[in-house]
């Protein structure tokens, strides 16, 4: 079975997680929304002089209904759910009040409008297209029932009363907006983070190490891959538990932090190993790995008396033209070459490590 991110609520609907809460996302611009919308449909209903069933709709929709919406939603087994079926009930709503006000041109073009403006800020897939229908069956149903009336000119008092509604719903719906793309904008910075980074250590992920690595490997300069293993680290996570393993591996990234001089790329390709590529040569960068070989000998956790030690494995970039793989391979070879000496020492790459 696919595991997904979203939830089955009480009765099987699969919420996505960042909808879960539209009922409370919707409510404040709902209520704002149709609040402002009052204003221009009453003024329209007052120039035709309308009866009295036509004040009370509107006055329902405007300032009963936001309510009765959140409500719904909120007493509901699934508030989703609910808040998707307000959303068309709004569209229906506002849209019921074009024919109401004998289609006024700027009151009903902007009540239709924002309705399908604020479907597609919902975020939710297709819901606008449905809400059009939904309106358009509002649109037919109250033209029956009114006697579908036309008289589209606006007056200046219609217009300015529909002024607060384009004003200050536009302006808090942009501030909402704004607010939801800051914190896109911060998800997204932290996703990157995350990605180039280890999540235990902080070090390197193992696919930013290996950019790193081979922009260091293609610039030409001296350079130096020192392949770092722990020594018996099961036997370390079978003695001591793997949360003492994990303080280890996190101490051993700290050792290599503390080490490595500037411009070297420090990394963990995953379990208990870790990479580093030194912009020195061979025999420089020779004693940065006995820097970590040692401060890793003389590690001490607060928690534990574990001794812990690393087998280090160096090697030049290999002949011009091969890349990354072949280096890892060159020095993954002295790495066995160390092991297989004893471990907690250091081996360079020598030809016969060199790949074939
Ligand atoms: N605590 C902890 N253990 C891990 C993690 N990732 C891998 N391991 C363990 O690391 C151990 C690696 O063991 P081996 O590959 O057998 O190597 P070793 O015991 O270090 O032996 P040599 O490399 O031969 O010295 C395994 O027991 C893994 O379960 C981790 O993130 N945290």
Known sequence: MTRTNHREDGDGTDVPPHLRNLHRRTYPMRTLGMGLAVLPVLVVLHELDTGWPAWAWTLFCSLVWPHVAWL???????????????????????????????????????????ATADKINAGVRGLWSRSLLGMLVAILVTSVLTGFQLDIATSTPVLLACLPLMVIHTLAVSVTSYRLVRKVQKQNLRLDDLSR???????????????????????????????????????????????????????IA?????????GSHAGRLGGDEFAVAVPLALTDSRHVAEDIRARVEALQLDDAPVQCSVS?????PPLAGTGLRAWMESADRALYRAKAAGRNRIQAATPDSLPA
């Open 312 to 316: 280090i494995g160096m090697a030049e």
């Open 197 to 251: 980074h280890d999540a235990l250590t902080g070090l390197l992920s193992r696919g930013h190490w290996q950019e790193q690595a081979t922009t260091l490997l293609v610039a030409g300069a001296p350079a130096s891959l020192l392949l770092v293993d722990v020594d018996l680290f099961k036997s370390i996570n079978d003695h001591h538990g793997h949360a003492t393993g994990d303080d280890v591996l996190r101490g």
């Open 72 to 114: 719904r939603a909120r007493h509901s087994r699934v508030p989703y759910r609910a808040e998707l079926t307000n959303f068309m009930i709004d569209s229906a709503m506002a849209a019921s009040l074009a024919p109401i006000m004998h289609f006024n041109l700027l009151p009903s073009a902007m009540l239709v409008t924002l």
């Open 254 to 262: 700290d050792a290599i932090r503390a080490a490595v001089p500037d």
